[in-house]
C-alpha cells in the first residue's frame, strides 16, 4: 500500500461514519487489503487498478463511496471513527514487517 497520508484518514473515517461500529474493523481490513492489492498492480503494471486505484486507501474507498466534506473533529462519532481508522492502520503495518 502507498504511503498513508492525512487524506486516507479521513476517507476512511468518514466511510465508516456511514456503516454501523461494530462492522468497522472488518470494513478497513477490507479496505487495506483493496489498497494494497491496488498499489502491487500499479507497481506490477505502471498502471491504476481499474476499480481501486493508485493503491492509496483513499482510492480504494472512493470506488465504493461518493466524496463527501470532511466532518469537523468535534463530531464524537467522526472522531471514534478517525481513532478506529488510525489504529486499524498501525495494526496492519505492524503485520506487514
Same mark, same amino acid.
Given at each position: 500500500?502507498?504511503?498513508?497520508?492525512?487524506?486516507?484518514?479521513?476517507? =476512511? &473515517?468518514?466511510?465508516? %461514519?456511514? #456503516?454501523?461500529?461494530?462492522?468497522?474493523?472488518? *470494513?478497513?481490513?477490507?479496505? $487495506?487489503?483493496? /489498497?494494497? =492489492? &491496488?498499489?502491487?498492480? %500499479?507497481? #506490477?503494471?505502471?498502471?491504476?487498478?481499474?476499480? *481501486?486505484?493508485?493503491?492509496? $486507501?483513499?482510492? /480504494?474507498?472512493?470506488?465504493?463511496?461518493?466524496?463527501?466534506?470532511?466532518?469537523?473533529?468535534?463530531?464524537?462519532?467522526?472522531?471514534?471513527? $478517525?481513532?478506529? /481508522?488510525?489504529?486499524?492502520?498501525?495494526?496492519?503495518?505492524?503485520?506487514?514487517?
Amino acid at each position: 500500500m502507498r504511503e498513508f497520508t492525512h487524506g486516507d484518514a479521513v476517507a =476512511a &473515517a468518514a466511510a465508516l %461514519r456511514t #456503516r454501523s461500529p461494530e462492522t468497522w474493523e472488518g *470494513w478497513l481490513a477490507d479496505y $487495506l487489503d483493496r /489498497a494494497h =492489492a &491496488a498499489d502491487r498492480f %500499479r507497481k #506490477r503494471t505502471g498502471r491504476v487498478h481499474p476499480c *481501486w486505484g493508485n493503491g492509496s $486507501l483513499m482510492s /480504494a474507498i472512493l470506488c465504493d463511496m461518493p466524496v463527501w466534506p470532511e466532518p469537523r473533529l468535534s463530531d464524537p462519532d467522526y472522531a471514534e471513527a $478517525l481513532v478506529a /481508522a488510525l489504529e486499524a492502520l498501525i495494526r496492519w503495518r505492524r503485520r506487514e514487517l
